[in-house]
């Protein structure tokens, strides 16, 4: 099992940067997929980016070009830097570890919540 906390997030104005961090526990974070979320207040979580276990990565069109997700497996750490924050940005912003041999709706932090002021 995994155990996931998000930090990192805050209050900015609109064209800042953030980075939020996601720790993980376990000796088998290497082999899962991890993947960044957001939910606005009264919205649908929706995805954000992830970085397999293999290293590829994917973004969702709304933050493409903006973030970068990244992983250090020797730390247990995933990264999302975001770039040119925009107030649609505003959301809580969660972690989620997901293996697709395994299935399930994988592991979930508790978030951290991102607010863009314009």
């Known amino acids: 099992q995994v155990q996931l906390v998000e930090s990192g997030g805050g209050l900015v104005q609109a064209g800042d940067s953030l980075r939020l961090s996601c720790a993980a526990s376990?000796?088998?974070?290497?082999?899962?997929?991890m993947g960044w979320y957001r939910q606005a207040p009264g919205k649908d979580r929706e995805f954000v980016a992830v970085v397999r276990w293999s290293g590829l990565t994917d973004y969702a069109d709304s933050v493409k070009g903006r973030c970068t997700i990244s992983r250090d497996n020797a730390k247990n750490m995933v990264y999302l830097q975001m770039n040119s924050l925009k107030p649609e940005d505003t959301a809580t912003y969660y972690c989620?570890?997901?293996?697709?041999?395994?299935?399930?709706?994988?592991?979930w932090g508790q978030g951290t919540q991102v607010t863009v002021s314009s």
């Open positions: 376990g000796r088998t974070f290497s082999s899962y997929d």
């Open positions: 989620n570890a997901y293996r697709t041999d395994l299935g399930g709706p994988g592991y």
